[in-house]
């Protein structure tokens, strides 16, 4: 199992721009709620501003997380990155070609994935892009709907995938226990309400439904061995950077349980080779620590660069 993140959503092009510093301190940590916190890195965002941000550790529960972060209002400023475009915009290229295959195959197998453990089909995928895994569920008799934040991509989704996706705040909106499944592809450690909107995905599934969360680990290989440099940190749009046990944490609070956690190993790869970009290193020794990543995580349970977790409400 293997996801390429950042290409598969619809970037507005690059502007210049100042970002007006908002940002918002968080005092307490989103997982135990203790306000016992200390600095733990701090690292620049390489995609935008390059301004450097701050991570706190919790010192009870050892969850990290952006801190401050920009508000709501602001941090939209914050994606508007044409490093993401090219994928997406162009088929032209060797690269190019392998990614579109890379990206196609990571559809079906999530689209598998879904599948084995759900036998009504209905889907609500959060940050859904311009709806290609979307609109390859339906094709697979899913019974679908998205939310998206940015209206371009939701003409998108309309257009080329003919996936109906709305804003999102509809999520408030969605008739309780209708949904089989939740997809979260590398969207949850954007969510700025984390423990509100937890809620609702419980209150929107089914007794007994999944909610499938994909998301960097941020106790990976290549993530202690890149530290500030690793890509996956993606400050400040990333808010969260989760381990496997505070994922576990997280949705027991919530009365959820993990009961599976899948590799995604493509990911170690490309994380690996721009946390290479970033320090000014070589694209293939990026390469390559992918690998040893992938082999490190083997030997060790739940380690892989970024992981899709499967979550499940109680059946009654
Ligand atoms: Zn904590």
């Keep these: 199992m293997f996801h390429v993140e950042h290409n598969t959503k619809y970037y507005k092009p690059f502007k210049l721009f100042h970002v007006k510093h908002q940002l918002k301190n968080i005092n307490n940590c989103p997982i135990c709620n203790s306000k016992n916190l200390s600095f733990w890195r701090s690292a620049i965002d390489h995609n935008v501003s390059q301004d450097e941000f701050k991570i706190s550790q919790c010192s009870n529960c050892n969850f990290k997380f952006t801190n401050p972060i920009p508000t709501e209002n602001t941090i939209g400023e914050y994606y508007k990155s044409d490093t993401y475009i090219s994928h997406s915009a162009t088929k032209k290229g060797v690269i190019n070609k392998i990614y579109h295959v890379v990206r196609t195959r990571a559809i079906k197998q999530k689209e598998t994935l879904i599948s084995s453990f759900s036998s009504n089909k209905t889907l609500l995928d959060i940050g859904c892009g311009t709806g290609d895994f979307l609109g390859y569920c339906k ?104 381990t496997p046990n505070d994922i576990k944490r997280l949705m027991e609070n919530h009365q959820l349980e993990l009961i599976k956690v899948l590799p995604m190993k493509f990911d170690s790869y490309y994380i690996s080779m721009m946390s290479e970009k970033y320090k000014g290193g070589n694209i293939l020794t990026g390469f390559w620590r992918g690998f040893i990543s992938n082999i490190k995580a083997k030997k060790t349970k739940n380690t892989y660069s970024s992981q899709i977790y499967v979550i499940q409400k109680p059946k009654t």
């Design 139 to 242: 094709k697979n008799n899913w019974n679908t709907i998205g939310l998206e934040p940015d209206e371009d991509a939701r003409k998108l989704a309309k257009s080329n995938n003919n996936i109906q996706a709305l804003p999102l705040d509809e999520l408030y909106t969605i008739k309780s226990e209708s949904k089989d499944t939740i997809t979260m592809w590398h969207v949850l450690e954007h969510v700025y309400n984390l423990n509100q909107d937890i809620e609702e995905y419980k209150r929107i599934l089914k007794p007994g439904g999944h909610l499938v969360v994909a998301v960097p680990n941020c106790s990976s290989h290549d993530a202690d061995h890149y530290k500030e440099h690793w890509a996956a940190l993606d400050l400040p749009i990333h808010l969260y950077h989760f």
